[in-house]
Every structure is written in structure tokens, then in C-alpha cells.
């Protein structure tokens, strides 16, 4: 024992003497440069797995080059001329593209537009090598032009509702359609974490959502690996601003509009249910709050076309503030197959997805999806112009007219109350008096189902003709549950009540994942 405690003092005063020649601040700084240093090399190593060592050193002599005074300008020059060669053929057909929708929408003349469009694509029947197995496949725009020009006045239209006219939107909205509002929502979240990853260099993504986001928040959360932050909702179930504030950090990529503005960083307003009835709300005098492009922090917005848009299944957009979130990622040697312009100045880029060393040549595509069906983007395009402004106004006074009326019909049954107070379609219910899902479950024995993420009706054109019916059944059941209360035959109040009750969320998880799997 002496010998080892013998050799730890001669251990300690021979390191002592081959420190002490050294200052101590430089004893003090070694082991914080050493981190760093370590962090460098990791990050270094990590970007050498992912691209490869050439192509890793190709990329850093590139950037080198940029830094260069007049270097980055003369490429972006010389891409922008080839970029123009390459769409100088049709670039003055995009010179009449329509840029908003109709003052007065066009009805049944919109199938000779469509057929007119149509007739102008070139013949690629029998001449198309594998571009094309049943109609349309938009990712071909060069075969399927009209398809082209309906997705790009597609997006025009809907950027002009939602603030591209404005100053503050900076003038520069673009974006693309996607197969609904969950993919639209995937690729606004994923478009903010490469831009923040280029700007800030943020490679654990944090995103920042009220407790009442739609679960494609979660989705997107999972695919592209960033860690969520659910913030509480209020009293009034509006997300919590100071909650908010102060969940950001330094690696916080999403949030909400002032704050996202302060502090640099995204902003995605979910619009996929209202994009198509805020607007025109708007319009006819109702007072909402700010929600598009117009505020200051919002980078981008998905809008669903195929719910009070009116147009088919499967047909969403989503809009960026400007080029700069789009392009972060794009690979400068498939550059060249990206743009297609939209009217005044609105730009929608077949981006986010490219491939430049695949063996079948340079690859690019828009969003999830490679090929597309035309079909749905006709449809979409049909839809917005056959209503056009007058027709989505009229739709819109209508449906918010007898959303207020079921409102007032609510708050005028005792035992139920409204939650938070409706700004637009949606009014959602609970009570304290009765079980509202044995309530839900009558209302479903009428024919009437309701939505049971929690208790509400989503008032759409089907209700403005029997809202009436609907009040009265709601009264009924509300009734029947007081003075009968317990669960209907078949019912499913039992299993909402039990889920809702369960502490361990993961025993709901694996119930739900069951229950699909067994349905398909």
C-alpha cells in the first residue's frame, strides 16, 4: 500500500513539473480547444461517410471558389443563361399563364379549356420510352405541358390568396401541388430542416408545435429525424406564445410568426383545412387573424385544394415565402432541369429530391412521389376556375353563415358548451352533464357520425341545407343519453372512454397499429 501511494506522489509532483513550465491560461484553454478540435474532426468524418471523400473535397474546392469576390455571380450568371435556354421554347406560353383565379368562375367551360390545353401537348402515343403507362405522368413536363401549366396556375392562384400581392410577402412565393395536406405538411417541415441546416448549421433538429397540431407534425418528426416540443394549449385552446418562447433554443427550427421572425428561424401555418375559406371570409367582413404571408414570420403554408377547394381526392399545395427555402439543397449539376416558371414572379420548382450520379442519368423530382397523376392536377386546376372568385365567396358566405347558426345552436343546449371560440368551420363540443361519445354514438345510429378526434362538426356545403336536422338529432341524443345514460349496442364510447383513461400511451399505440394492420 505505501509503495502505491509512494508512486502516486512521484506520479503527481513529475506531472506537476512538466506543467509548471507552462502559463495557466494555456493549461486552462488546452482542453477547450481540444473539444472543439475533436468536434471538428467528428463533424468532418461524418460529412466524409455520408458523401464519400470525393465528393466531399469536390464540394469544399467548390465552395472555395465561391468565396472568391465575383466568382459566386459569374455562376449564377452562366446557370441562369443555360436555365433560359432550356425553357426559351415554351417561356413565352408561361407569359399568359393565369396568375388568380376568375373574377366570375366559368362553369361547364371549363371542360373546353381543359380539352383545348390538351390538344396542344405533343402526340406521345407509341413515341414515349416508358414515360407514360396509362395518361398522364407529370413528371415529364416536357411531353405533358398542359399538366404543367395547370399545376403552375394552380399554385399562382392559391399564392394570390394567401399574400403574394401583399409587399410584405417579398413577391417571391413559390411552391408546388403534393398528394394532400399531410405530404404538403412533410415537405414544409423537411424544407426547414435542410434550410436551417445551411444557414445555422443545426444538425439536431428541434420543432416547436401546440399540443392541437395535426399529427403530421409527429409524421414528419419520425421520417426526418427532429425531436418535438408540444407546447400547451390555453383556455381559449390557442397556442401558448410565452409557452413557446420558452421552449426555443439553439436548435429550434419551427415556430410561431413574431417569435420565428425575432429569433431567425421557420414558420408553417397549416392551412390545409381553411386555406380555401379564410380568404374569402376575409373578403365578406369577418374578422380573422392574420394568417398568410402577409405576417412577417411565416416561411410556409400548405393549403388543401381537394377540401373547400372543391377539387378531387389528393390534391394539396404547399407555398414557400421565397427561391432560397427551396433551392439550399439542390446539387448544381442537376440544376439545370429545374424551373419552370409561373406568373408574376410566382415560381413553382420540380425540386427537393435530386439524384445526379444514378446510372438512368439526372434525376429530379418535386416531392415524395416520382411519378404523378395528371388527372388530379386537371382537376384541381378545373375546380378553382369553374367556381372562380364569385363562386368560392358565395360557398364561403353560406357555409359560415349556418357554421354560426350550429354554433348558436350548441351554446342553446344546457348541457353541452363549445370549445374555444370558432373563427371559422369547425365547432367543437364537450360536456360536463352527459358522456358525449354515447352522444356521438346516437348521433351515428341517425346518420349523422361525427369526428371523434374530439367532439366536432366540420360544417361543409352538405350541411347548409339540413343543419336544421342536425340541431334537432343533437338535441335528441342528448336527451335520450341523460335520461338513458350507458353505451348503445356496437357503440363505440367504450373504447374512446377506455383510451382516453389509459396512462400508458404506448398501450394506445400499439392497439391503434393493431387495429391497422388487421384492416388492410
Same mark, same amino acid.
Given at each position: 500500500m505505501d509503495a502505491m501511494e509512494d508512486s502516486v506522489l512521484r506520479l503527481r509532483a513529475s506531472v506537476n513539473s512538466f506543467?509548471?513550465?507552462?502559463?495557466?491560461?494555456?493549461?486552462?484553454?488546452?482542453?477547450?480547444?481540444?473539444?472543439?478540435?475533436?468536434?471538428?474532426?467528428?463533424?468532418?468524418? #461524418?460529412?466524409?461517410?455520408?458523401?464519400?471523400?470525393?465528393?466531399?473535397?469536390?464540394? =469544399?474546392?467548390?465552395?472555395?471558389?465561391?468565396?472568391?469576390?465575383?466568382?459566386? #455571380?459569374?455562376?449564377?450568371?452562366?446557370? $441562369?443563361?443555360?436555365?433560359?435556354?432550356?425553357q426559351s421554347g415554351s417561356k413565352s406560353k408561361r407569359d399568359n399563364w393565369r396568375a388568380e383565379l376568375p373574377?366570375?368562375?366559368?362553369? $361547364? $367551360?371549363? +371542360?373546353?379549356?381543359?380539352?383545348?390545353?390538351?390538344?396542344?401537348?405533343?402526340?406521345?402515343?407509341?413515341?414515349?420510352?416508358?414515360?407514360?403507362?396509362?395518361?398522364?405522368?407529370?413528371?415529364?413536363?416536357?411531353?405533358?405541358?398542359?399538366?404543367?401549366?395547370?399545376? #403552375?396556375?394552380?399554385?399562382?392562384?392559391? /399564392?394570390?390568396?394567401?399574400?403574394?400581392?401583399?409587399?410584405?410577402s417579398g413577391g417571391q412565393i413559390c411552391g408546388n401541388m403534393t398528394s394532400g395536406g399531410t405530404e404538403s405538411i412533410l415537405l414544409a417541415v423537411k424544407t426547414s430542416r435542410d434550410y436551417m441546416r445551411a444557414k445555422k448549421g443545426i444538425i439536431k433538429p428541434e420543432m416547436i408545435i401546440p399540443e392541437s397540431a395535426h399529427s403530421a407534425y409527429d409524421k414528419a418528426a419520425q421520417y426526418f429525424n427532429?425531436?418535438?416540443?408540444?407546447?400547451?394549449? *390555453?383556455?381559449?385552446?390557442?397556442?401558448?406564445?410565452? @409557452?413557446?418562447?420558452?421552449?426555443? *433554443?439553439?436548435?429550434?427550427?419551427?415556430?410561431?410568426?413574431?417569435?420565428?421572425?425575432?429569433?431567425?428561424?421557420? =414558420?408553417?401555418?397549416?392551412?390545409?383545412? #381553411?386555406?380555401? +375559406?379564410?380568404?374569402?371570409?376575409?373578403?365578406?367582413?369577418?374578422?380573422?387573424?392574420?394568417?398568410?404571408?402577409?405576417?412577417? @414570420?411565416?416561411?410556409s403554408i400548405s393549403i388543401d385544394v381537394h377540401k373547400y377547394g372543391l377539387g378531387p381526392k389528393g390534391t394539396s399545395i404547399v407555398l414557400y415565402r421565397n427561391h432560397e427555402l427551396r433551392k439550399e439543397h439542390i446539387d448544381f449539376s442537376s440544376i439545370l432541369t429545374l424551373l419552370i416558371d409561373c406568373p408574376t414572379s410566382t415560381v413553382i420548382y420540380t425540386i427537393l429530391y435530386c439524384v445526379t450520379e444514378w446510372s438512368g442519368?439526372?434525376?429530379?423530382?418535386?416531392?415524395?412521389?416520382?411519378?404523378?397523376?395528371?388527372?388530379? +392536377?386537371? @382537376?384541381?386546376?378545373? /375546380?378553382?376556375?369553374?367556381? @372562380?372568385?364569385?363562386?368560392?365567396?358565395?360557398?364561403?358566405?353560406?357555409?359560415?353563415?349556418?357554421?354560426?347558426?350550429?354554433?348558436?345552436?350548441?351554446?342553446?343546449?344546457?348541457?353541452?358548451?363549445?370549445?374555444?371560440?370558432?373563427?371559422?368551420?369547425v365547432v367543437a363540443f364537450g360536456s360536463n352533464a352527459v358522456d358525449i361519445f354515447e352522444v356521438n354514438d346516437l348521433m351515428s345510429s341517425k346518420g349523422v357520425p361525427l369526428i371523434l378526434l374530439s367532439l366536432h362538426i366540420c360544417v361543409t356545403l352538405q350541411h347548409v341545407p339540413v343543419f336544421e336536422d342536425f340541431l334537432r338529432d343533437l338535441r335528441d341524443s342528448v336527451k335520450t343519453v341523460k335520461e338513458n345514460p350507458g353505451p348503445i349496442s356496437g357503440g363505440l364510447a367504450p373504447v374512446y372512454g377506455a383510451a382516453g383513461k389509459m396512462p400508458d400511451r404506448g398501450m394506445v399505440q400499439e392497439l391503434l397499429v393493431e387495429f391497422m394492420d388487421s384492416s388492410c
Open positions: 506543467l509548471s513550465q507552462y502559463e495557466p491560461i494555456t493549461l486552462l484553454l488546452s482542453p477547450l480547444l481540444a473539444l472543439l478540435l475533436a468536434r471538428a474532426l467528428h463533424s468532418l468524418l #461524418g460529412v466524409l461517410q455520408e458523401k464519400g471523400i470525393k465528393a466531399a473535397v469536390l464540394g =469544399f474546392l467548390m465552395n472555395s471558389v465561391k468565396l472568391i469576390p465575383g466568382v459566386s #455571380g459569374y455562376i449564377e450568371s452562366e446557370m $441562369r443563361k443555360v436555365v433560359d435556354k432550356l373574377n366570375i368562375g366559368l362553369g $361547364r $367551360r371549363v +371542360i373546353e379549356e381543359l380539352e383545348d390545353a390538351k390538344s396542344k401537348d405533343v402526340a406521345w402515343q407509341g413515341k414515349c420510352s416508358g414515360t407514360v403507362f396509362s395518361h398522364t405522368n407529370p413528371l415529364h413536363q416536357d411531353v405533358f405541358q398542359s399538366v404543367a401549366k395547370f399545376e #403552375g396556375e394552380v399554385v399562382a392562384m392559391a /399564392a394570390a390568396l394567401l399574400g403574394s400581392k401583399e409587399k410584405t427532429i425531436k418535438v416540443r408540444r407546447v400547451p394549449v *390555453n383556455k381559449e385552446f390557442v397556442a401558448d406564445v410565452k @409557452g413557446i418562447r420558452r421552449c426555443i *433554443n439553439r436548435n429550434t427550427i419551427m415556430e410561431l410568426g413574431k417569435l420565428a421572425s425575432s429569433y431567425g428561424i421557420c =414558420f408553417h401555418v397549416d392551412l390545409c383545412l #381553411g386555406g380555401f +375559406i379564410l380568404p374569402f371570409a376575409c373578403k365578406l367582413g369577418y374578422q380573422i387573424p392574420p394568417f398568410d404571408f402577409s405576417v412577417k @414570420g411565416v416561411t442519368g439526372l434525376y429530379v423530382s418535386p416531392t415524395i412521389a416520382g411519378s404523378r397523376p395528371g388527372g388530379l +392536377i386537371a @382537376g384541381a386546376w378545373a /375546380a378553382m376556375m369553374s367556381l @372562380g372568385l364569385n363562386g368560392y365567396l358565395e360557398n364561403t358566405r353560406q357555409i359560415m353563415e349556418v357554421s354560426k347558426k350550429i354554433q348558436k345552436g350548441i351554446e342553446e343546449i344546457p348541457e353541452l358548451f363549445v370549445v374555444g371560440k370558432p373563427h371559422m368551420t
